[in-house]
């Protein structure tokens, strides 16, 4: 019976074969669900990124209290993540998956409605666990069943979907939101909730995960508290390193990405058009680097493919948001994005559930991915309190986030483990 079980979990990769041949039906229909989930939940969550200035004025807050709305969001991602991760672990991949999508999707359509500041606050805030909730169920999801030989390009494809995401809300409001506002961006938020229907009829969870569930109910070593479980001897360097990594990932993420629209509209004033225009082709940038630092890491390593745009990233920075020029402004943006934004984060899904066995994968991956959230969180706190407090502008504060994220996220990416061509097992390893 086990022999049996084992060699299901097997796929061909043989060399003379097509990369894109080696998955079955199943595993295609895993991964696009994961890609859904992914896709969508970034363009609920940047819309927001787009809307700040008009809900400031809306509501007569400071714009500070509008970016403390976009910390919490993200604080909050850690709360959902942590509860899909442990139901992901314990039940299953699929359902945690539908129940995030379900959320993010109802919380950002409730926010269209709000009729105060207050209320606002409380559903944007709501979005972000369903949010956190969705990234580790389907990246587990979706690197349990590919194969080993792409799993590196097809998850760089996967996390750098985010870019396609925020693609499509910088399209939305680029061209209607002179028509429908900051409420309809926000109601436009609640489509993705279709998605639901094609996980709950296609998808299949992953027989890697059923047979780690099986060996653990029939060898009496279920791990029920796989958080506890990450800090164990054995993963706590694991776990740490990882920890740092992401939160590195985070700062210079959102030090490039939180305030840029926010910059262009209230220090350069920019039409809604104008504002668009280099985000969306920056996240087509970001897009396309994930596929292409994907593709080098299978091929040459997952840590050379996480730290070469980071180094490429520091000198970036200065060259644009110094600029007064749009065309200039505009292109480095591009740049930027193809490095702290795809290029360093591509690699995240691939290598974060690589580095854990089976049994906590879910969960060590939504913890150290999550927790890195509450540092991005931080960012647009800190950055417009600074531009505002010492009267510096935002261009100053966003180059230093960028580089401080940089240098955590390259330290602890070069400390990290190597995991090119790691086949993931349904062995017991923590239980």
């Known amino acids: 019976m086990s022999g049996t079980l084992n060699s299901s979990l097997k796929i061909d990769s043989s060399p ?31 819309m927001f990124l787009l809307i700040m200035v008009p809900i400031s004025q809306e509501f007569h807050v400071p714009l500070t209290e509008v970016a403390f709305v976009l910390s919490v969001t993200l604080w909050l991602r850690l709360v959902g993540a942590v509860g899909a991760g442990w139901l992901a672990d314990r039940i299953g991949r699929k359902i945690p998956l539908m129940i995030s999508i379900l959320w993010y999707s109802l919380s950002n359509f409730a926010a269209g409605f709000s009729p105060t500041f207050t209320y606002l ?57 002179s028509y429908i506002g900051w409420r309809g961006m926000l109601w436009v938020g609640v489509l993705p909730a279709l998605s639901v229907l ?41 776990t740490l390193t990882a920890c740092v990594w992401l939160a590195g990932g985070f700062v210079a993420y959102y030090s ?3 305030l840029f629209a926010t910059y262009l509209q209230k220090e350069l004033h920019l039409a809604p058009g104008q504002v668009a225009t280099p985000i969306f082709f920056g996240n087509l940038g970001v897009f396309l680097s994930t596929c292409g630092w994907g593709w080098w890491s299978d091929r040459f390593g997952r840590r050379a493919a996480i730290i ?9 920075a200065p060259l644009y948001l110094l600029s007064s020029d749009f065309l200039w402004i505009a292109l480095g943006f591009i740049a930027q994005g193809m490095c702290a934004g795809g290029g360093m984060h591509g690699q995240m899904v691939p290598y974060l559930n690589e580095r854990f066995p089976t049994e906590i994968r879910a969960t060590a991956a939504a913890f150290c991915y999550h ?41 602890a990416a070069f400390y990290g483990p190597e995991t090119k061509g790691k086949v993931l097992v349904p062995d017991l390893v923590v239980a």
């Open 121 to 177: 606050f409380i559903f944007r805030a709501l979005l972000g666990i369903g949010m956190g909730a969705e990234w580790p169920a389907g990246a587990a999801l979706a690197m349990e069943t590919w194969p080993v030989r792409s799993r590196g390009f097809m998850g760089g494809v996967l996390q750098g979907s985010w870019g396609l995401g925020f693609m499509l809300s910088s399209a939305v409001y680029g061209l209607f939101y």
């Open 308 to 316: 070469i745009p980071a180094l490429i990233a520091l000198p970036l």
């Open 16 to 46: 003379e074969r097509p990369w894109w041949k080696e998955p079955t039906k199943d595993q295609w229909l895993a991964w696009i669900a994961a890609w859904l989930g992914w896709t969508l939940d970034a363009f609920d969550f940047t």
């Open 256 to 258: 490039v990405n939180a």
């Open 198 to 238: 094609y996980v709950r009829k296609y998808v299949k969870e992953p027989p890697i995960w059923l047979e780690n569930r099986r060996r653990q109910r029939v060898e009496q070593r279920e791990v029920r508290a796989p958080l506890v479980s990450i800090f164990k001897r054995g993963v706590l360097a694991n």
């Open 371 to 411: 927790q890195g959230a509450i540092f991005g969180g931080f960012v647009p706190l800190v950055l417009t309190f600074v531009a505002e407090h010492f009267g510096t502008g935002l261009a100053m504060p966003m180059i230093a986030g960028t580089w401080i994220g940089c240098v955590a996220w390259t330290a």
